[in-house]
C-alpha cells in the first residue's frame, strides 16, 4: 500500500509540475503584536481574472488546506521558490512567511545581527501571519480580499528550513531552553557545529529565559515538515516526546553546516512516530534552498556552490515524491 502511495504521489507530481499554471505574489501586512512589517510570500494556482480579490484563485485549488513556509536564518521564503511552486502546482495555496529582522526581503537596512538567535520569535510571527490571513478572509469588504474564493486556515502543514525547519517544529509543540545550547557550544560535542557561531559576541542578558520557554504551539499546524532543522541542541527532548502530530525530517547525513545526529538526526529520533528521508550522499545544508548563482555565504559555507558531484535540482526532483506522500498521507 505505502509503494501504491509513493507511486500515486510521483504521478501527480509530475503532472502538476509540468500542467498547472502558478502564479507568484508578494504582499505585505502589519503584526499587530509587534507593529513590524509582514511580507507574505505567495504561491498559487492562478484563475481567471476576477473583482472581488487580489489574488484570483483556480476552480481546481485545494480550498480544504493550505502550506506554510518558514525560511532559514537570514534568508527569505523566495529561496523554498522550489517547494513553494510544487505544492502550488498541486492546488495549495502556499503562503511564505518572510521573518522580520532576518530577511533581506525587507532590505538590508533592516537586518538585525541577532534576531537569528531568538529563533522563537518566529513562531509567533507565523502565528500572526496566520491570525491576519483568517481576518482577511472574514472582512466584510469585499474588494478587501487577498482571495476569490475561502481558504481553509485551520488545516495547515507548515514546511521550514534550517532555522525554518526549528520554527515549524516550534509551532507543534517543541520549546527551547538556550541554556542547554551554550552548554552544547562550549562542549566537544558541538565540533563543526557552525550554527553555535550565531550566538558569538551576543550581549549579556540579550536572551530571555522565560520567552524562549514559553509554549508557542499553534493548533491550526496539523503537520509538519523540517528541512535540515537547526537549534536541536537548544530544543529539550521533553517538549519533543510530547509532541502528538505528523512530522517528516528530511535531513543530510554528510552535513557541511549542522552536525546531523546533534540536530536533524536528534528531532527524527526524538519525536514519537517522526519520519526520517536521509540524503546520504555528498549534500551539504544549503541543497535544500533554490538553485542560485550569487557569491554570498553563510559562515564561510556557498549558499549556492555544491560539493562536486551534486546535482541540486535532480535531489529537489528526488524530494518531490517523499514530500508528497507525506502531505497527502501523514506518512
Known sequence: MKKLIILLSMCLA???LANSKVAYKEVDFINPNTQQPIKLSIWYPEGKPCDNAKLCLSESARLDQAMLLSHGAMGSARELNWVGYATASQGFITVGIN???ESWA????SIQPHAATKIWRRASEI???IDLLQRNQASSQEPAHLFSHQVNWQQLTAIGFSSGGSTVITLGGGKYNPEQAVTYCAS???KGDLGCRYAKNLPEHAISIEE????YRDERIVKIVALDPAAGPMTTTESLLNMNIPVLIIGAKQNDFLPFANHAGYYASTIPNASLYRLDNKAGHFVFIDSCQHEHKAMGISLCKDKEGVD???IHQQLY??????IYSGT
Not at 106 to 109: A, L, N, P, V, W
Not at 321 to 326: E, K, S, T
Open 127 to 129: 502565528s500572526a501571519a
Open 312 to 314: 541540486r535540482e535532480k
Open 321 to 326: 515524491p517523499r514530500l508528497f506522500q507525506f
Open 106 to 109: 525587507y532590505g538590508k537596512d
Open 188 to 190: 566537544e560535542r558541538s
Open 212 to 215: 524562549a520557554s514559553r509554549d
Open 14 to 16: 509530475t503532472a502538476a
Open 99 to 101: 521573518h522580520f529582522g
